[in-house]
């Protein structure tokens, strides 16, 4: 498609239950980003990837969080073991080059844990 | 203190009036800013980046103040359509990653 896709749309999960949210970037970008978004804030930088590499990790929140990138693409972003303060809009975003030039977004995933 | 702060908001506006919203940064390297707006249960879309000189794109104008770590965003003859929250975004001095204010809300009423 034209734009960055997210699945799934939404996701409810019972605490405890490890879920993985999937990110297809436009094609060819490079650079490819995952944000947090609680209601009523702006979205807090978790991971980055430069192709298959994960260049900055430093905003994921612990270690039940973990992103992939392998074959620099699509990304998935899974979260072990949820607790409920794991709710929120979770955003991919990419660009086309190696900075972060202005970032296109996906529709995200509203993640909601029971 | 947050990196990006912006004014807290909710802004109430009628239709056809001015309004401007600021948004202050911490890391003096910060090399580039930008404005981005989200709809309601929508994702981020950019607006305009924030240019040295200031720039102004229709009825918006950005400016940046480097001295102050500050900037500003400038809604003219204000639409309803420009109901959403105006996200403040800086780029850091690596260029890498992108740091997000808190947002503004806006409502511009009929």
């Known amino acids: 498609g034209a734009g960055v896709s997210q699945s799934p749309r939404y996701k409810v999960a019972k605490r405890g239950q490890d879920v993985a949210l999937r990110c297809d970037p436009i094609s060819g970008h490079v650079s490819l980003f995952w944000y947090q978004q609680a209601l009523g804030q702006g979205p807090e930088f978790l991971t980055y990837f430069q192709n298959e590499a994960q260049l900055d990790k430093s905003g994921l929140p612990s270690d039940r969080f973990f992103a992939e990138r392998p074959e620099g693409s699509v990304s998935t972003l899974k979260i072990q073991r949820t607790q409920q303060e794991d709710s929120a809009v979770y955003l991919c975003?990419?660009?086309?080059?190696?900075?972060?030039?202005?970032?296109?977004f996906g529709d995200g995933t509203r993640l909601s844990i029971l | 203190r947050k990196e990006v702060e912006q004014d807290p908001g909710p802004f109430n506006v009628p239709e056809g009036a001015t309004v401007a919203f600021n948004c202050t940064y911490s890391n003096s390297a910060s090399q580039s800013f930008f404005w981005y707006r989200q709809d309601c249960r929508k994702e981020p879309k950019l607006l305009m980046s924030v240019y040295s000189s200031g720039n102004e794109d229709g009825r918006f104008t950005a400016q940046l103040n480097r001295a102050s770590q500050y900037i500003s965003l400038l809604i003219r003859d204000s639409k309803l359509s420009d109901s959403a929250t105006y996200l403040c975004v800086v780029l850091d001095n690596y260029g890498q990653n992108f740091v997000f204010g808190p947002g503004t809300r806006l409502s511009v009423l009929p």
């Open positions: 975003a990419s660009s086309p080059g190696a900075q972060a030039q202005p970032q296109h």
